[in-house]
């Protein structure tokens, strides 16, 4: 397996490939919960946020089944699947994940997919409390100005 910050070439993704990576709520909140990061980190801290995300409550109060159905999921299919786009680059050996380069053509979607939802959820804090560049203050600019 590849390690980390890989040399591989940025390949432009195709509209299926992009559609077919967002097509999943949870590669979607995988993704979420690397945005912003500069450094690899621990999957199963992804994993943990994203269960939460999926059960709207803290990380820290995710029952270890809800975990554990992440955790697997994204070792053995989500992160593989972003990795094989260039998405993500993941090292098997210890357990850690980044975004890479093919990220950036997916993130104009993801602020598009986040509107579905729920504004009372605890990723959607999470999302708004982004710095003042944040993918929620994008959306909420861009619709103002569609309104005027």
Known sequence: ???????????????????ELLANRR???????????????????????VAGWEHDVPPDEVAKNEYKSVYVSSVQCHVPKLAD????DHDEDNHTVVLSDNFEQLEPYLRVV????????????ALDADSGEGILNQIRENVARLKH
Do not use: F, H, N
């Not at 397996?1 to 559609?19: C, F, K, N, P």
């Not at 590669?27 to 946020?49: D, K, T």
């Not at 986040?114 to 804090?125: F, I, N, Q």
């Open 85 to 88: 786009s260039g998405v993500v």
């Open 114 to 125: 986040v509107k579905d939802e729920p504004e009372d959820s605890t990723l959607y804090a």
């Open 27 to 49: 590669r979607r909140y995988l993704l979420y919960a690397l945005r912003g990061r500069e450094g690899p980190i621990e999957l199963s801290r992804v994993a943990e946020q």
């Open 1 to 19: 397996m590849e390690a980390l910050g890989s040399d591989r070439d940025a390949q432009e993704l195709s509209a299926d490939t992009i559609l």
